[in-house]
């Protein structure tokens, strides 16, 4: 196990430096002259552009730029905007705000999920199941954009139930509703993914070797049934946990949260490649760190997954 | 597991009489059907047998004869759907186990009456320690703390010879050999000292050395424990050392009931006689096997009459019309077939 996670981080070197100096190498060149309004309606003054020139290694191949960004990078420093602000100063005020919409919203698809998936997964073709797969069909059909935009203006402004926009305190109560628009995909898959898992092993041999030592039925299903169904259920849920963690532009974008993903999108709009680059590379980082601990995860899960 | 209706029926002369006769477990005149969407399959057809303290009765039959999902009526863990009951009893000590609480027969399972799979690999949940579902028996049925249900499980896995059964406790199924996982599972079903022991063809999945070694455990732990033991097999080699009585189905019903050794010598149905004339012999070396002709009947659609009569070489017209029922011939033993008498009165 422990050569295993050594191997295993030894790997994601190479993948970190191969995905960043994509992302580097893309985002420097993007068309356009980076200094294009960033003066307002003049062109910027020379003596400007020759210092972020400077600053930036703008006139070096994009190697070098590359190899000094990520020396600095090393040491901490993620650089600067072009308007002189720390952008390590950027991601550490918006990034609490995206853990904690997307663990909410992680909590939400497990509970949710994992609950419809598992309640279906043992009574087929009854009500509930029928209920279940037309509404996960609705939740995977429609749009994120959609299922935020009704959810806001329905309890929102209709009804009056939730506050329309998220405060700059995140409450656990604000983000609810949001959560749920998050993670509102998810669910429906995870609890699909969930009844199908149940409804196989629901048959397996050692389901019926667990009644058959006279086990309570909750304990067969809670225990026996349960552990051997998750496996799929947890990948799922880990990599959803990665890809959330990446930030939510539009579900941050519609309830007004200072998140990750608004502070990406409004940098790629504005040209501030370095915060584009600056965010990703974390968010590359934690893709590579959540998918890291899934596989962890799921030895511990299913024994006889062998890391050797 | 199921709510399960049980109608007053009764096939003449198998006793299905419904009273108790201070019997261990008994079945009485069962009868479960499959439903599907294809038809009905009459899966078992009136099985009628007993087995008693101490006593190990083999029962014996090819792969869709109804032995396995007799024993799974009476363990309560047939699928249902598409399995129904649909007459009959099974009693434990004398009480009729198919109208039972769920909660009572539950109570059963493990204690009373307990079960050993063919396929010890997937019958055994793949993600728990073989430890851990051994000791789960006495944590959750007898209440015992971790340690001490810890120290029973290691005692059980002792019993059943395997060795250092400190360290395989916690080993998985899969780092256990086809053998040791079927004497795992012995240890498990023998955990709360069952009464009856139903052991589903136990050594089908097995090599031919390991087999003999786990039908030898097993004749020496009922022995020890006085169990009644069922012994589903299909294969007569394993029965005869093995086994008390020997009862034969066919297409869902007892043919034929006896002594081990009343049944080798003299077969009083011609299904038993095929079945023993098909055993490979040593003084035969070199000639074709002998095989009993034909197929066993569609269960949607069994043949009116004595449902062997398609393959019997001694079929007679009685044979197409009436279904013969299992009636006594001679001491202590019973056969269907409408020339039982003259089969066990010839030479």
Excluded at chain 1, 70 to 96: A, C, V
Excluded at chain 1, 152 to 173: A, H, Y
Excluded at chain 1, 246 to 257: K, M, N, R, S, Y
Excluded at chain 1, 272 to 289: D, F, K, M, N, R
Aim: aromatic fraction near 8%; proline fraction near 5%; glycine fraction near 10%.
């Amino acid at each position: 196990m422990g050569r295993y996670l050594l191997r295993r981080l030894l790997q994601l070197v190479p993948v970190f430096i191969g995905t960043t100096f994509l992302i580097y190498a893309l985002v420097w060149a993007v068309p356009g002259d980076p200094f294009a309004g960033k003066c307002g309606e003049r062109r910027c003054p020379d003596q400007y552009i020759a210092f972020m020139t400077e600053k930036y290694h703008l006139d070096q191949n994009v190697f070098v730029q590359y190899a000094n960004y990520m020396k600095n990078l090393l040491q901490g420093d993620f650089g600067q905007t072009f308007s002189q602000r720390e952008i390590s100063d950027i991601i550490l005020t918006s990034y609490p705000n995206t853990l904690k919409l997307a663990l909410v919203a992680l909590a939400i698809e497990a509970v949710i999920g994992l609950g419809a998936g598992v309640l279906t997964g043992l009574r087929r073709n009854g009500f509930l199941d029928n209920l279940v797969l037309v509404s996960t069909l609705f939740l995977i059909a429609l749009p994120v954009f959609v299922v935020g935009f009704v959810l806001q203006w329905l309890l929102g402004v209709q009804w009056g139930i939730i506050k329309p926009t998220v405060s700059s305190e995140m409450r656990l109560s604000e983000l609810i509703v949001p959560g749920f628009v998050l993670g509102s995909a998810s669910v429906a898959y995870i609890a699909r993914v969930a009844r199908t898992s149940i409804a196989e092993n629901r048959r397996a041999d050692y389901v019926r070797t667990a009644i058959a030592k006279g086990l309570p039925m909750r304990r067969v299903v809670g225990v026996h049934l349960l552990r051997n169904s998750l496996i799929p259920v947890v990948t799922l849920l880990g990599t959803d946990l990665g890809a959330l963690m990446g930030g939510a532009i539009v579900t941050e974008g519609i309830f007004g949260i200072n998140g990750i993903g608004r502070q990406v999108f409004r940098a790629i709009v504005t040209k501030e490649s370095a915060t584009v680059v600056g965010i990703v590379v974390v968010l590359v980082l934690v893709y590579l760190v959540m998918n890291l601990l899934v596989d962890l995860l799921y030895a511990a899960l299913d024994p006889r997954i062998r890391y050797e | 597991m199921s709510d399960i209706l049980v109608s007053e029926q009764s096939a003449p002369g198998t006793g299905g009489s419904g009273r108790p006769s201070g019997r261990l477990l008994e079945v009485d005149d069962l009868r479960v059907e499959f439903r599907t969407r294809d038809g009905v399959a009459k899966v078992i057809n009136g099985v009628t047998y007993h087995v008693d303290a101490g006593e190990t009765l083999a029962v014996l039959g090819e792969s869709g004869s109804g032995k396995s999902v007799t024993a799974q009526t009476i363990m309560g863990i047939l699928d249902t759907p598409p399995g129904f009951v649909t007459g009959g009893q099974v009693r434990f000590h004398g009480k009729d186990m198919l109208r039972m609480s769920n909660e009572e027969r539950r109570r059963i399972r493990g204690e009373g009456i307990a079960m050993i799979f063919q396929d010890a690999l997937s019958a055994l949940n793949p993600v728990f320690t073989v430890g851990f579902q051994i000791a789960e028996q006495f944590r959750v049925r007898r209440g015992m703390g971790r340690a001490d249900a810890k120290k029973r499980a290691i005692e059980m896995l002792d019993q059943v010879k395997i060795p250092n059964a400190k360290s395989r406790f916690n080993n998985y199924p899969h780092q256990f050999s086809g053998g040791m996982r079927q004497r795992a599972m012995i240890a498990m079903s023998l955990a709360l000292d069952p009464e009856v022991l139903i052991a589903d063809e136990p050594t089908t999945a097995l090599d031919v050395t390991v087999q003999a070694q786990i039908m030898d455990l097993l004749a020496e732990l009922q022995r020890e424990r006085q169990m009644g033991m069922i012994l589903i097999t299909h294969d007569l080699g394993v029965v005869a050392d093995v086994a008390d009585r020997i009862a034969v189905m066919y297409a869902g019903r007892i043919v034929e009931e006896a002594d081990v050794y009343d049944l080798y010598a003299k077969p009083a149905h011609p299904y038993t006689m095929g079945l023993i004339d098909s055993i490979p012999r040593m003084d035969e070396k070199g000639q074709q096997l002998r095989t009993i002709k034909g197929l066993p009947p569609n269960l949607m659609n069994i043949p009116p009459g004595c449902p062997f009569n398609p393959r019997c070489p001694m079929a007679q017209p009685v044979c197409r019309e009436k279904i013969p029922p299992l009636l006594q011939v001679g001491h202590a033993r019973a056969s269907a077939c409408h020339f039982a008498e003259e089969l066990v009165n010839r030479d």
